[in-house]
Protein backbone atom coordinates (compact mmCIF):
# COMPACT_ATOMS: atom_id res chain seq x y z
CA UNK A 1 0.00 0.00 0.00
CA UNK A 2 0.97 3.11 -0.91
CA UNK A 3 1.53 6.16 0.52
CA UNK A 4 0.64 4.83 4.41
CA UNK A 5 3.32 6.42 6.89
CA UNK A 6 1.33 9.85 7.54
CA UNK A 7 -2.10 8.34 7.87
CA UNK A 8 -0.35 5.51 10.39
CA UNK A 9 1.42 8.18 12.59
CA UNK A 10 -1.78 10.27 12.48
CA UNK A 11 -3.60 6.93 13.35
CA UNK A 12 -1.10 6.38 16.66
CA UNK A 13 -0.91 10.23 17.25
CA UNK A 14 -5.03 9.88 18.02
CA UNK A 15 -4.70 6.64 20.00
CA UNK A 16 -1.75 8.19 22.04
CA UNK A 17 -3.93 11.14 22.18
CA UNK A 18 -7.16 8.90 23.31
CA UNK A 19 -4.48 7.47 26.38
CA UNK A 20 -3.70 10.33 27.84
CA UNK A 21 -7.49 11.55 28.06
CA UNK A 22 -7.69 8.44 29.69
CA UNK A 23 -5.17 7.98 32.28
CA UNK A 24 -5.26 11.88 33.22
CA UNK A 25 -8.66 12.79 33.09
CA UNK A 26 -8.75 14.12 36.79
CA UNK A 27 -5.61 15.72 36.10
CA UNK A 28 -7.11 17.36 33.02
CA UNK A 29 -10.19 18.28 34.78
CA UNK A 30 -8.07 19.69 38.08
CA UNK A 31 -6.36 21.81 35.87
CA UNK A 32 -9.46 22.71 34.03
CA UNK A 33 -10.93 23.95 37.53
CA UNK A 34 -7.96 26.02 38.25
CA UNK A 35 -8.12 28.10 35.26
CA UNK A 36 -5.84 26.28 32.82
CA UNK A 37 -3.02 29.18 32.80
CA UNK A 38 0.11 28.56 34.99
CA UNK A 39 -1.86 24.74 36.04
CA UNK A 40 1.18 23.18 35.58
CA UNK A 41 2.19 22.97 39.21
CA UNK A 42 3.85 19.52 40.12
CA UNK A 43 5.59 16.44 38.23
CA UNK A 44 2.28 15.19 37.84
CA UNK A 45 0.46 17.70 36.00
CA UNK A 46 3.37 18.27 33.96
CA UNK A 47 3.29 14.76 32.51
CA UNK A 48 0.05 15.28 31.74
CA UNK A 49 0.73 18.42 29.76
CA UNK A 50 3.33 16.73 27.75
CA UNK A 51 1.79 14.14 26.99
CA UNK A 52 -1.11 15.76 25.72
CA UNK A 53 1.32 18.19 23.61
CA UNK A 54 3.57 15.10 22.50
CA UNK A 55 -0.11 13.66 20.69
CA UNK A 56 -0.66 17.15 18.93
CA UNK A 57 3.15 16.99 17.81
CA UNK A 58 3.27 13.95 16.28
CA UNK A 59 -0.29 14.54 14.73
CA UNK A 60 1.32 18.15 13.12
CA UNK A 61 4.02 15.94 11.83
CA UNK A 62 2.23 13.27 10.52
CA UNK A 63 0.10 15.99 8.46
CA UNK A 64 3.85 17.10 6.93
CA UNK A 65 4.42 13.07 6.15
CA UNK A 66 1.00 12.49 4.11
CA UNK A 67 1.79 15.91 2.53
CA UNK A 68 5.21 14.99 1.36
CA UNK A 69 4.12 11.22 0.18
CA UNK A 70 1.58 12.58 -2.04
CA UNK A 71 3.66 15.12 -3.75
CA UNK A 72 5.53 13.19 -6.55
CA UNK A 73 7.60 16.19 -6.78
CA UNK A 74 8.83 15.25 -3.12
CA UNK A 75 9.94 12.22 -0.89
CA UNK A 76 10.89 11.71 2.27
CA UNK A 77 14.62 12.07 3.71
CA UNK A 78 16.48 9.11 5.01
CA UNK A 79 17.36 10.94 7.14
CA UNK A 80 14.20 11.17 8.90
CA UNK A 81 13.33 8.00 9.25
CA UNK A 82 16.91 7.74 11.19
CA UNK A 83 16.32 10.51 13.59
CA UNK A 84 12.47 9.00 13.86
CA UNK A 85 13.88 5.39 14.26
CA UNK A 86 16.16 6.74 17.42
CA UNK A 87 13.47 9.21 19.18
CA UNK A 88 11.41 5.85 19.08
CA UNK A 89 14.45 3.46 20.21
CA UNK A 90 14.81 6.03 23.44
CA UNK A 91 11.04 6.31 24.30
CA UNK A 92 10.95 2.22 23.79
CA UNK A 93 14.15 2.25 26.54
CA UNK A 94 12.51 4.22 28.89
CA UNK A 95 9.17 2.97 28.42
CA UNK A 96 8.78 -0.47 27.19
CA UNK A 97 5.20 -0.82 27.72
CA UNK A 98 4.45 2.01 25.85
CA UNK A 99 2.99 2.92 22.18
CA UNK A 100 6.24 3.85 20.96
CA UNK A 101 6.39 0.42 19.42
CA UNK A 102 3.99 1.65 16.84
CA UNK A 103 6.30 4.13 15.26
CA UNK A 104 8.81 1.43 13.94
CA UNK A 105 7.44 0.40 10.96
CA UNK A 106 6.99 3.99 9.82
CA UNK A 107 10.49 4.81 10.84
CA UNK A 108 11.53 1.51 8.71
CA UNK A 109 10.12 2.04 5.98
CA UNK A 110 11.26 5.35 5.48
CA UNK A 111 14.76 3.97 6.26
CA UNK A 112 14.51 1.67 3.54
CA UNK A 113 12.47 3.08 0.94
CA UNK A 114 14.41 2.98 -2.41
CA UNK A 115 12.57 6.69 -3.47
CA UNK A 116 13.90 8.12 0.45
CA UNK A 117 17.34 6.40 0.01
CA UNK A 118 17.59 8.44 -3.66
CA UNK A 119 16.15 11.70 -2.49
CA UNK A 120 19.78 14.13 -2.97
CA UNK A 121 19.74 12.73 -6.56
CA UNK A 122 16.01 13.43 -7.03
CA UNK A 123 15.29 16.78 -6.19
CA UNK A 124 16.38 19.66 -8.49
CA UNK A 125 15.56 22.17 -5.82
CA UNK A 126 18.19 23.10 -3.11
CA UNK A 127 18.66 25.23 -0.08
CA UNK A 128 21.33 27.88 -0.21
CA UNK A 129 23.01 29.75 2.57
CA UNK A 130 20.91 33.11 2.77
CA UNK A 131 22.71 35.95 0.61
CA UNK A 132 24.12 38.86 2.94
CA UNK A 133 24.76 41.57 -0.12
CA UNK A 134 21.47 41.61 -1.78
CA UNK A 135 18.22 43.93 -1.37
CA UNK A 136 16.39 41.95 1.42
CA UNK A 137 20.05 41.81 3.09
CA UNK A 138 19.08 45.44 3.61
CA UNK A 139 15.99 45.22 4.84
CA UNK A 140 16.48 42.13 7.44
CA UNK A 141 15.38 43.54 11.23
CA UNK A 142 17.08 41.58 14.36
CA UNK A 143 15.83 38.55 14.31
CA UNK A 144 13.97 37.84 11.11
CA UNK A 145 13.01 34.66 9.58
CA UNK A 146 15.06 34.04 5.92
CA UNK A 147 15.76 31.00 3.62
CA UNK A 148 16.74 30.76 0.06
CA UNK A 149 16.12 28.10 -2.48
CA UNK A 150 17.91 27.45 -6.00
CA UNK A 151 16.49 25.89 -8.95
CA UNK A 152 18.14 25.40 -12.73
CA UNK A 153 15.77 26.96 -15.65
CA UNK A 154 14.80 24.59 -18.30
CA UNK A 155 12.24 26.89 -20.11
CA UNK A 156 14.88 29.44 -22.31
CA UNK A 157 14.97 33.14 -21.14
CA UNK A 158 12.08 34.65 -18.37
CA UNK A 159 12.02 37.44 -16.63
CA UNK A 160 11.62 37.44 -12.71
CA UNK A 161 8.38 38.17 -12.97
CA UNK A 162 6.98 35.10 -15.26
CA UNK A 163 9.10 32.96 -13.32
CA UNK A 164 7.30 34.48 -10.06
CA UNK A 165 3.52 33.71 -11.59
CA UNK A 166 4.66 30.10 -13.00
CA UNK A 167 5.70 29.22 -9.47
CA UNK A 168 2.61 30.83 -7.64
CA UNK A 169 -0.37 30.85 -10.00
CA UNK A 170 -0.27 27.44 -9.95
CA UNK A 171 -0.62 26.05 -5.62
CA UNK A 172 -1.81 22.80 -5.34
CA UNK A 173 -4.88 22.13 -4.33
CA UNK A 174 -3.65 21.32 -0.58
CA UNK A 175 -1.81 24.01 0.08
CA UNK A 176 -4.95 26.31 -0.81
CA UNK A 177 -6.36 24.55 1.49
CA UNK A 178 -3.85 24.86 4.48
CA UNK A 179 -4.13 28.42 3.41
CA UNK A 180 -8.15 28.76 3.88
CA UNK A 181 -7.65 27.33 6.72
CA UNK A 182 -4.84 29.70 8.12
CA UNK A 183 -6.75 32.44 7.10
CA UNK A 184 -9.55 31.14 9.22
CA UNK A 185 -7.70 30.51 12.49
CA UNK A 186 -5.24 34.10 12.41
CA UNK A 187 -7.66 36.85 10.91
CA UNK A 188 -9.11 37.67 14.33
CA UNK A 189 -5.69 38.05 15.45
CA UNK A 190 -4.71 41.75 12.98
CA UNK A 191 -2.60 39.01 10.08
CA UNK A 192 -3.34 40.04 6.48
CA UNK A 193 -5.48 37.61 4.98
CA UNK A 194 -5.53 38.49 1.35
CA UNK A 195 -6.64 36.05 -1.09
CA UNK A 196 -6.33 37.82 -4.09
CA UNK A 197 -6.42 35.87 -7.68
CA UNK A 198 -3.07 36.48 -9.21
CA UNK A 199 -3.92 39.09 -11.98
CA UNK A 200 -1.27 38.04 -14.44
CA UNK A 201 -0.06 41.35 -16.50
CA UNK A 202 2.82 41.55 -18.87
CA UNK A 203 5.89 41.69 -18.21
CA UNK A 204 6.10 44.63 -20.25
CA UNK A 205 3.09 46.52 -18.03
CA UNK A 206 4.54 45.40 -14.23
CA UNK A 207 5.08 48.17 -12.70
CA UNK A 208 6.41 49.16 -8.93
CA UNK A 209 3.73 50.00 -6.87
CA UNK A 210 1.51 46.88 -8.75
CA UNK A 211 -0.21 44.33 -6.26
CA UNK A 212 0.32 40.78 -7.57
CA UNK A 213 -1.38 38.51 -5.20
CA UNK A 214 -1.05 39.37 -1.67
CA UNK A 215 2.04 41.18 -2.88
CA UNK A 216 3.19 44.45 -3.66
CA UNK A 217 5.57 45.11 -5.89
CA UNK A 218 8.48 47.12 -4.57
CA UNK A 219 11.33 46.07 -6.63
CA UNK A 220 11.72 45.27 -10.48
CA UNK A 221 14.89 44.96 -12.51
CA UNK A 222 16.12 43.01 -15.36
CA UNK A 223 17.32 39.93 -12.96
CA UNK A 224 15.01 40.33 -9.74
CA UNK A 225 11.48 40.97 -8.98
CA UNK A 226 10.94 41.83 -4.54
CA UNK A 227 7.27 41.65 -3.59
CA UNK A 228 6.20 42.78 0.26
CA UNK A 229 2.72 42.47 1.95
CA UNK A 230 2.72 43.41 5.67
CA UNK A 231 0.46 43.89 9.07
CA UNK A 232 0.43 44.77 12.41
CA UNK A 233 2.62 41.28 13.07
CA UNK A 234 5.19 41.00 10.42
CA UNK A 235 6.51 42.17 7.41
CA UNK A 236 6.46 39.20 4.67
CA UNK A 237 8.91 39.63 1.62
CA UNK A 238 9.50 37.45 -1.35
CA UNK A 239 12.51 37.87 -4.21
CA UNK A 240 12.48 36.04 -7.57
CA UNK A 241 16.33 36.86 -8.25
CA UNK A 242 17.63 35.25 -11.55
CA UNK A 243 20.86 34.70 -12.68
CA UNK A 244 23.58 32.40 -14.62
CA UNK A 245 20.52 30.19 -15.45
CA UNK A 246 19.07 29.39 -11.83
CA UNK A 247 16.17 31.14 -10.33
CA UNK A 248 16.47 31.95 -6.35
CA UNK A 249 14.07 32.23 -4.37
CA UNK A 250 14.13 33.88 -1.04
CA UNK A 251 11.70 34.50 1.63
CA UNK A 252 12.36 36.68 4.73
CA UNK A 253 10.16 37.87 7.49
CA UNK A 254 10.42 40.45 9.71
CA UNK A 255 8.95 40.08 13.60
CA UNK A 256 7.01 42.60 15.20
CA UNK A 257 4.84 41.28 17.95
CA UNK A 258 5.41 38.21 19.95
CA UNK A 259 2.75 36.78 18.10
CA UNK A 260 3.87 37.17 15.00
CA UNK A 261 7.16 35.24 16.52
CA UNK A 262 4.72 32.42 17.63
CA UNK A 263 3.02 32.41 14.66
CA UNK A 264 6.48 32.27 12.79
CA UNK A 265 7.43 29.36 15.22
CA UNK A 266 4.50 27.40 14.54
CA UNK A 267 4.52 27.74 10.70
CA UNK A 268 7.98 27.37 9.58
CA UNK A 269 7.63 23.78 9.10
CA UNK A 270 4.28 24.48 6.67
CA UNK A 271 6.48 27.05 5.22
CA UNK A 272 9.67 24.62 4.44
CA UNK A 273 6.93 21.63 2.49
CA UNK A 274 4.86 24.30 0.30
CA UNK A 275 8.36 26.29 -0.46
CA UNK A 276 10.17 23.24 -1.86
CA UNK A 277 6.92 21.81 -3.40
CA UNK A 278 5.96 24.62 -5.31
CA UNK A 279 9.51 25.50 -7.05
CA UNK A 280 9.96 21.33 -7.67
CA UNK A 281 6.50 20.90 -9.58
CA UNK A 282 7.68 24.15 -11.56
CA UNK A 283 10.79 22.78 -12.58
CA UNK A 284 9.46 19.19 -12.78
CA UNK A 285 6.23 20.47 -14.70
CA UNK A 286 8.87 22.70 -17.08
CA UNK A 287 6.91 25.77 -16.58
CA UNK A 288 10.32 27.63 -15.60
Same mark, same amino acid.
Given at each position: ??????????????? &??????? #?????????????? #? =????????????????????????????????????????????? #??????????????????????????????????? =????????????? $??????????? !?????????? $???????? $?????? !?????? $????????????????????????? %??????????????????? =????????????????? &?????????? !??????????????????????????????? %?????????????? %?
Amino acid at each position: MKNWVGKWLMFVSFG &HTIVGLM #LFDQVYKAMYLEGV #L =NSVIDERTAAASWFLLFGFLLFMFALLVDVIEREKAMYLPKKVGV #LLFTLTSIGVVLMPLSGFWLVYPAAFFIIFNKRSS =NVRAMWKVKSIKV $PTDDYLARHRA !QGAFRDALIA $PLTKGKMT $PYEIYL !QIFSYL $PSWVNGLMSMRNVLVKKLGFDVATE %IYDQKKSTDIQIGDKVGFM =NIILLTDHEIVGMSEDK &HMQLYMSTNV !QDGYVTLSTMVNLKTRIGRIYMFIITPFHWV %IARTVMRQAVIQKR %I
